[in-house]
């Protein structure tokens, strides 16, 4: 989730009533969601950055509340529904697979299901591909192949050097 009362963030929505559990801003999990979305929609408040479409509107649809504790596939079918079709959803999160290292948080089923939905419903998905330099084409993640392509756009960490290599940590 991004910091949801960030100076620069102040014009982005809050669809419905939530309280986000304290243990998200100690765990430090909003930092990073909040700089991206600070890329794309930060005001141009006089100082700081401005985003790259700061007159756009954006919404926080967060995976963890003190309502309803984790759900992912719940906030991303919340964000589906209260968007239009071309609208974009961002997933700014990860997951782990049974050796380690994280993937996109769509090689969890609830969550590829939530995505494919969006996607159905004409939503453009870009997702995280994760931190974990993993090899989404390796065998270790076959459960996922086999769900086939979620139609969302996944998208790695690159060097900000001219050759735009992978990132060394990206997967």
């Given at each position: ?81 209260y968007l239009e079709p071309g609208d974009i959803l ?72 001219a050759t735009r290599d992978k990132a060394p940590f990206?997967?």
């Amino acid at each position: 989730c991004a910091r949801y009362v960030h100076e620069d963030l102040c014009s982005v929505a809050t669809p419905w009533s939530f309280e986000i559990p304290d243990f998200v801003f100690e765990n430090n999990w909003d930092e990073h969601g909040t700089a991206a979305l600070g890329i794309l929609v930060a005001q141009d408040n006089g100082y700081g950055i401005t985003g790259i479409v700061p007159h756009a509107d954006a919404a926080f649809f967060p995976e963890y509340t003190v309502e309803r504790g984790s759900n992912r596939a719940a906030a991303i079918a919340e964000a589906a529904a209260y968007l239009e079709p071309g609208d974009i959803l961002m997933l700014e999160m990860q997951a782990s697979n049974i050796t380690g290292g994280y993937g996109p948080a769509e090689i969890d089923l609830s969550v590829w299901m939530a995505t494919r939905a969006a996607v159905d419903a004409g939503i453009v998905v870009v997702a995280a591909a994760g931190n974990g330099n993993r090899d989404l084409s390796a065998p270790v993640f076959i459960d996922w192949q086999i769900m086939g392509d979620s139609g969302a756009i996944i998208v790695g960490a690159g060097t900000p050097d001219a050759t735009r290599d992978k990132a060394p940590f990206s997967s």
